[in-house]
């Protein structure tokens, strides 16, 4: 009995020393934010309101414009070099994009800071900075001001659904891989069409909430394009060199290429949506299989 007691006070102990270490490790893998963003940031966006300044990444395409624009959010990790890559394959195209870092002054590559990033920047202060990127994109002088997008991978997609409700005048949304909403009357006051990109071996966001997601844009007569790829992972759609080497991931870019080319280059307009106060609860069922799929899973690391 005295062994059986000893055995479980120990693993009790190893099991103590585990949680103090990861809590621990999460200020830690903080360190060095300022000199990563540094890299990967080349403008400074004035806070509206009284709110503070917001570090981005801004890629400009040739010529003078006025041209398209696309707010690009990033995943939970924070602003990185893969999302910067993104934004000057998509300048390329024609578009000025933004890349705002929404985490306030953190990035990192472990994944419980990242989660920790996302708990502690709440959907209201993240679209408060938004509010700032977007009023700055619509007073540049080379920006169609009615032709005002936005695009978000993983946590970014969620983010971009939501600035969306919260921004009437956003006109296109691109969701990769984002916990979704399902609600039609919450996703009837979206201002523009949707855009939906999905792997279908996410194990974070199943195949019946991308279908749930669906459904709901469906009953809210809002205008979309959902794609479940098949085989394909959580973030697969990684960076813009494996995008070139095309595939799976050259095919959901070249997909929003077509997307953002029908409704923001060649057409659409300013939105038409109704401005909602709504965050929507933390998606912890998300964020718990998204950390099962990182550290057990197929999702991929390059982010």
């Not at 990242?114 to 920047?121: E, F, H, K, L």
């Not at 971009?160 to 956003?170: A, V």
Request: proline residues 6%; aromatic residues 8%; glycine residues 12%.
């Amino acid at each position: 009995m005295k062994s059986i007691v000893r055995i479980l006070l120990i693993a009790l102990g190893v099991l103590a020393a585990l949680i103090i270490l990861l809590l621990l490790s999460i200020p830690l893998a903080g360190l060095g934010s300022a000199q990563r963003l540094a890299a990967v940031t080349n403008t400074t966006i004035p806070g509206v309101g009284g709110g503070p300044d917001v570090r981005a990444y801004v890629a400009r395409p040739q010529g003078d414009g006025p041209f398209p624009a696309v707010i690009m959010i990033h995943e939970f990790f924070g602003l990185n070099e893969s999302i910067v890559g993104k934004a000057e394959g998509l300048a390329e195209e024609g578009y000025l994009v933004i890349a705002p870092d929404t985490f306030r002054g953190s990035t990192t590559t472990w994944i419980p800071r990242a989660i920790y990033q996302v708990i502690t920047n709440r959907p209201e202060q993240v679209n408060a900075d938004l509010d700032s990127v977007y009023a700055w994109l619509a007073a540049q002088p080379d920006v169609a001001r009615e032709k005002i997008g936005i695009a978000g991978f993983c946590y970014g997609g969620r983010a971009s659904l939501l600035y969306s409700l919260h921004n009437p005048g956003i006109a296109a949304t691109v969701v990769f891989y984002g916990s979704a909403e399902t609600d039609p009357e919450v996703l009837k006051n979206l201002p523009g069409p949707v855009l939906g990109i999905f792997g279908g071996a996410d194990a974070s966001i199943p195949v019946e909430e991308v279908q749930a997601f669906e459904r709901g844009l469906q009953a809210a007569g809002i205008p979309h394009e959902i794609t479940i790829y098949a085989g394909q992972p959580h973030a697969f759609v990684t960076d813009i060199q494996s995008i070139r080497a095309g595939g799976a991931q050259g095919q959901a870019w070249a997909q929003m290429l077509r997307f953002l080319n029908a409704n923001l280059k060649n057409g659409g307009a300013s939105g038409q949506g109704q401005s909602i106060a709504y965050q929507g609860g933390f998606p912890l069922g998300y964020y718990a299989r998204l950390v099962f799929e990182h550290a057990f899973g197929t999702a991929s690391h390059r982010h």
